[in-house]
């Protein structure tokens, strides 16, 4: 038995107890009562033993969870640049980087939904450019600015369910889906503005993006609120759970009730909406609809998911380690700026960043089975 290697503080009748569970085992008279105590069978003393939690340090990774890897980068990165320049953690600095980041973060938001049900979207990008093109085509026709900002994020929301359906019902690969509606939606646009920047657009639309609330930038206080409304449903909502059970395995969620085709189509429709709010943030902060905004972004957005700890095969990743991964990537381009680094190194650099996350994450992963088979033995 387990339990006779357990080593407890000697004490008056213990001797006496383990006669008595010795007796207990075999045949023989039943025991009598023990003056010194209740008798401890063999049978409560192994569930006691299982019942007490296992003791150990507290580690960052406990805190952090899957969000860890990219936290530490990006602490690590901060002190780096802030050694290396004094510039860094100016004011100025602080607020260009957070006008650099917010855009492609939103973006990898969306994008971190989709890789959780271990699918991609690579049509975050042009989806950005053809809601902001929709946007200030229809502001330099008149239309009042609100109509003008929700028919832009319903264009992008239509280009999501588009992909969520040819996923979810006609079985389509998500890669072959979003990469045929990158070409699809960057060629409206072209066709839509006649390749030409369209412009201009009225003053109160460019205050959207470049305003400020209580000293912050409003694209700050934007990119705050999506984050932490995509942590509290991923992490307290049943359409969370529902999204890692399908990047899990599709299969046993459809068997466990989860609506697997319905939230596959909200997943890719969200991810749609994310990048329309990127598009309008991007034409309002620049007070001009540009054809080719967002070329390349769903890059760095997946890029910012899987520096965060997102995981490509689904089921693995939060919010807020995408939004870190967002951060490194604009952080790296700004901290290159003030250095004066030759902008191929940074695209090494990041590359570099992507193959120490992963690294990480496998690592993470292999303490954890260990953990989990040292605990069973020791059960």
Not at 76 to 102: I, K
Not at 126 to 134: E, F, I, K, P
Not at 236 to 246: D, K, L, M, Q
Not at 357 to 363: C, G
Request: hydrophobic residues 55%; aromatic residues 6%; contains cysteine.
């Amino acid at each position: 038995m387990r339990l006779a290697r357990r080593k407890h503080p000697p004490a008056t009748g213990d001797a006496e107890r383990a006669g008595t569970s010795r007796r207990a085992d075999g045949p023989g008279p039943s025991p009598a009562p023990d003056a010194a105590g209740p008798v401890v069978s063999g049978g409560e003393a192994a569930t006691a033993a299982k019942a007490a939690p296992e003791e150990r340090a507290l580690t960052f990774g406990d805190v952090f969870g899957r969000d860890a890897g990219g936290i530490i980068v990006l602490l690590v990165l901060f002190g780096a640049l802030s050694l290396a320049s004094d510039q860094f953690l100016t004011g100025d600095n602080l607020a260009n980087l957070a006008r650099q980041v917010v855009i492609f973060g939103i973006i990898a938001i969306g994008q971190l939904l989709v890789i959780l049900t271990a699918g991609i979207d690579l049509s975050v990008g042009s989806v950005l450019g053809l809601a902001g093109c929709v946007t200030a085509e229809l502001l330099v026709r008149g239309v009042p600015i609100p109509v003008a900002i929700l028919t832009g994020l319903l264009v992008a929301v239509a280009c999501g369910l588009i992909n969520g359906t040819l996923v979810a019902h006609a079985k389509l690969p998500p890669f072959i889906v979003t990469l045929g509606m990158l070409g699809i939606a960057r060629g409206v646009v072209l066709v839509l503005t006649d390749a030409s920047t369209v412009q201009p657009l009225p003053n109160a639309f460019s205050e959207i993006a470049n305003g400020s609330v209580l000293g912050l930038p409003n694209l700050l206080w934007l990119f705050a609120a999506v984050v932490v409304a995509t942590a509290f449903v991923l992490r307290r909502t049943v359409f969370g759970r529902y999204i890692y059970a399908i990047g899990s395995n599709p299969e046993s969620a459809r068997l466990a009730g989860v609506p697997v085709n319905a939230v596959l189509v909200a997943v890719y429709a969200i991810s749609g909406l994310l990048a329309g709010v990127g598009g309008v943030l991007f034409t309002s902060r620049l007070n001009a609809g540009i054809p080719t905004a967002g070329t390349g972004y769903e890059l760095n957005a997946i890029a910012a998911c899987v520096i965060g700890g997102a995981s490509l095969f689904g089921a693995k990743g939060g919010a807020f380690g995408a939004a870190a991964g967002a951060l490194i990537v604009a952080t790296l381009n700004n901290g290159g700026n003030l250095l004066a680094i030759n902008a191929f190194y940074l695209q090494i650099t990041i590359g570099l960043l992507i193959l120490v996350a992963v690294l990480f994450d496998q690592w993470q992963g292999r303490l954890r089975v260990g953990r989990a088979r040292g605990t069973s033995a020791a059960a």
